[in-house]
């Protein structure tokens, strides 16, 4: 079995994209086979995985048209390890696309079936708000997480968050373990009142920063930085649990 976790959160700016590409790529330094999934319509985190200068013919929104298989579109990362399913163009269009299929939320869940048995671990990242590609990644996913910054309306954050993942488990996909959520930065824990998880807490550091301003994993700026080693930590913590927290 592999474990599929999906990033949201209602806003954008929220650190969807830190947390999904710095995740993805401290499993593949810990030896498990990654597959990063990126349903974003800016393609950040596609930058920050893949060499630079790579060009892929392919990209997620192809693979849920049917264009190309999930392998077919598949790349390698900056790590070994690490391959990514990039977001190049065409994801409104792909939407459209599939506008009249009652069950278009499950075409990526279908995608991955198969072909993502092979990895240890799927992680996407998902655009802000809680539309088709959201949907869509929870529909594929076991585990929906949260990135949480201090000083933001963490509860109606996470309030909009469950609403969208108590959906999708009532209509997509029963499987869904739930909801966890990560603090960003010295936030305290939003007082669990829902049965949501903490999963952990990540520091507030210049080479988590640096990275995102260069498209680059933090292990690739200062892999000893107090950032990259949180990382890690939460990678082996989610590792070493029996399922997905």
């Known amino acids: 079995m592999y474990h599929t976790i999906a990033l949201l959160n209602?806003?954008?700016?929220?650190?969807?994209?830190?947390?999904a590409v710095n995740l993805a790529f401290s499993y593949a330094l810990l030896e498990m086979r990654t597959l990063f999934v990126d349903c974003t319509s800016s393609g950040a985190g596609s930058r920050m995985m893949m060499e630079e200068g790579q060009r892929p013919d392919w990209g997620v929104a192809d693979v849920i048209s049917g264009i190309v298989g999930l392998r077919?579109?598949?790349?390698?990362?900056?790590?070994?390890?690490?391959?990514?399913?990039?977001?190049?163009?065409?994801?409104?269009?792909a939407e459209k696309w599939l506008a009249l299929n009652p069950e278009k939320e499950k075409v990526l869940a279908l995608s991955l079936r198969k072909p993502g048995e092979g990895y240890d671990r799927v992680i996407i990242d998902?655009?802000?708000?809680?539309?088709?590609?959201?949907?869509?990644a929870l529909a594929a996913s076991d585990l929906a997480l949260v990135p949480l910054y201090p000083?933001?309306?963490?509860?109606?954050?996470?309030?909009?968050?469950?609403?969208?993942?108590?959906?999708?488990l009532k209509c997509l996909n029963p499987d869904l373990k739930g909801l966890g959520f990560v603090s960003m930065g010295s936030s305290d824990p939003?007082?669990?009142?829902?049965?949501?998880?903490?999963?952990?807490?990540?520091?507030?550091?210049d080479a988590v920063r640096k990275g995102m301003a260069t498209d680059t994993p933090v292990a690739?700026?200062?892999?000893m930085s107090p950032g990259a080693q949180a990382f890690l930590d939460l990678a082996r913590e989610m590792r070493e649990a029996a399922t997905v927290p």
Do not use: I, M
Request: aromatic share 6%; hydrophobic share 30%.
């Open 10 to 19: 209602p806003l954008g700016a929220s650190g969807k994209t830190t947390l």
């Open 126 to 136: 998902t655009p802000s708000g809680n539309g088709f590609y959201v949907k869509s």
């Open 220 to 223: 690739l700026v200062d892999v």
């Open 151 to 168: 000083g933001w309306d963490q509860n109606s954050q996470l309030k909009e968050a469950q609403d969208c993942v108590d959906e999708v």
């Open 190 to 205: 939003v007082p669990d009142d829902a049965g949501r998880q903490f999963v952990g807490r990540l520091p507030d550091c």
């Open 72 to 93: 077919g579109a598949v790349v390698p990362g900056r790590t070994p390890y690490l391959d990514v399913l990039p977001a190049l163009s065409g994801e409104k269009e």
